[in-house]
């Protein structure tokens, strides 16, 4: 049973900064795919930064204020995220999966089989 951890989620004003963590299987570092999306109630779950190896991707909402980088000695996936806005606010969860992601796929949370059990981020204005 592969299991993801995340932590570092909480309550934040508009404009602040908040830095998640995600604990990784050591197994997932060679060849995986992880990435961090985001829910909020009544909606569907979104991608917002994914990475393969060195490459990374961002959704249009998250380019340019959060940051993916992950950890290889510590076996940990962050996500920095920087001048936050109400928009923000959700539960996040980090992912991974084994298979090829593409631009089509790559924000699809159809495409990720493995998932945490999500940390919660509070922006208020």
């Known amino acids: 049973q592969v299991q993801l951890s995340e932590s570092g989620g909480g309550s934040v004003q508009a404009g602040g900064s908040l830095r998640l963590s995600c604990a990784v299987p050591?197994?997932?570092?060679?060849?995986?795919?992880l990435g961090w999306f985001r829910q909020v109630p009544g909606k569907e779950r979104e991608g917002v930064a994914t990475?393969?190896?060195?490459?990374?991707f961002y959704s249009d909402s998250a380019k340019g204020r959060f940051i993916i980088s992950r950890d290889s000695t510590k076996k940990t996936l962050f996500l920095q995220m920087t001048s936050l806005q109400s928009d923000d606010t959700g539960t996040y969860y980090c992912?991974?999966?084994?298979?090829?992601?593409?631009?089509?796929?790559?924000?699809?949370?159809?495409?990720?089989?493995?998932w945490g059990q999500g940390t919660q981020v509070t922006v208020s204005s």
């Open positions: 050591g197994h997932m570092y060679s060849g995986w795919y």
């Open positions: 992912a991974a999966d084994s298979r090829p992601k593409y631009a089509t796929t790559r924000f699809d949370p159809q495409q990720w089989n493995y």
């Open positions: 990475m393969f190896s060195d490459s990374t």
